[in-house]
């Protein structure tokens, strides 16, 4: 079941399409559910699909196909690394590798305590600023080297 505050959510959203377009809102949708959980569990789908009036399936098709849904439970910051070419080009594999060893956890694991999950994806859109990643989907971070890492992790409350 959805809760009040994310059905609060999905309402002021749906405000921005015409009445019988209610699938517009499902990528919000889906966010509030992570932002309020952390995850998206295949009820938490079946729940938005449902409220919006949707199919399961087209639901489980959007949270599937874009890599910002975490699926399963991804730690309390989930470190997204852009693999795509330009990133590869500018350093993301060594930066990558450099993360897992720091983390101590390979792509799509997380950290004992709970605290980082490590992700990677395709182009972000921000080539120009390779090698990069996101934190929680909501903070990028530029032009990475190991340095910078470390300061991100710290910031973060991890051991740089």
Not at 15 to 42: H, N
Not at 54 to 69: G, I, K, L, R, S
Not at 95 to 113: N, Q
């Amino acid at each position: 079941m959805l809760s009040v505050q994310v059905q609060e959510k999905i309402e002021r959203e749906l405000r921005k399409y015409p009445a019988d377009q209610r699938q517009s809102a499902v990528m919000s949708a889906l966010r509030f559910v992570q932002d309020e959980k952390g995850w998206i569990e295949s009820s938490d789908m079946a729940d938005v699909a449902n409220y919006l009036g949707m199919a399961q399936m087209a639901v489980y098709e959007v949270a599937t196909f874009y890599h910002m849904y975490n699926l399963k439970p991804m730690g309390k910051h989930t470190l997204t690394v852009c693999t795509n070419l330009s990133c590869q080009l500018c350093g993301a594999e060594e930066v990558l590798g450099y993360i897992k060893d720091k983390l101590g956890i390979g792509i799509g694991e997380v950290t004992a305590d709970g605290k980082f999950g490590l992700r990677e994806a395709e182009c972000m859109g921000a080539c120009v600023e390779a090698p990069l990643l996101s934190v929680n989907n909501k903070r990028l971070c530029f032009r990475l080297t190991p340095a910078k890492v470390d300061q991100i992790l710290a910031e973060l409350g991890g051991q740089p």
